[in-house]
């Protein structure tokens, strides 16, 4: 398995922007965010290819997020922006051997780093 961790969040008020980053210990691999509000389902957010010609966004956050990695650092990034108060959530990163939609896809998973996003 592969060892991830995150950082970045913090609290920011409506249409501002965090950047999350994780971390992974080594290895080449798919990478996705999820992320998981209080009393909900964790949801998928964006994921990312080994080479990061795919990248897959939910619905919810096309055109405001960007998913990007750096092999060189063995890091994947979540650029946020216009935040929204529904964006507050624990946010995931994830290993897996492709990119997917899929929590059950995923081998590896990290602590999660909180985004607070405030009216």
């Known amino acids: 398995q592969v060892h991830l961790e995150e950082s970045g969040g913090g609290f920011v008020q409506a249409g501002g922007s965090l950047r999350l980053s994780c971390a992974a210990s080594?290895?080449?691999?798919?990478l996705g965010w999820f992320r998981q509000a209080p009393g909900k389902e964790r949801e998928f957010v964006a994921t990312?290819?080994?080479?990061?010609?795919?990248?897959f966004y939910a619905d919810s956050v096309k055109g405001r997020f960007t998913i990007s990695r750096d092999n060189t650092k063995n890091t994947v990034y979540l650029q946020m922006n216009s935040l929204r108060p529904e964006d507050t959530a624990a946010y995931f990163c994830?290993?897996?051997?492709?990119?997917?939609?899929?929590?059950?896809?995923?081998?590896?998973w990290g602590q999660g780093t909180q985004v607070t996003v405030s009216s």
């Open positions: 994830a290993a897996g051997r492709a990119p997917s939609l899929w929590r059950h896809e995923y081998d590896s």
């Open positions: 080594g290895g080449t691999y798919a």
């Open positions: 990312i290819s080994r080479s990061s010609l795919t990248r």
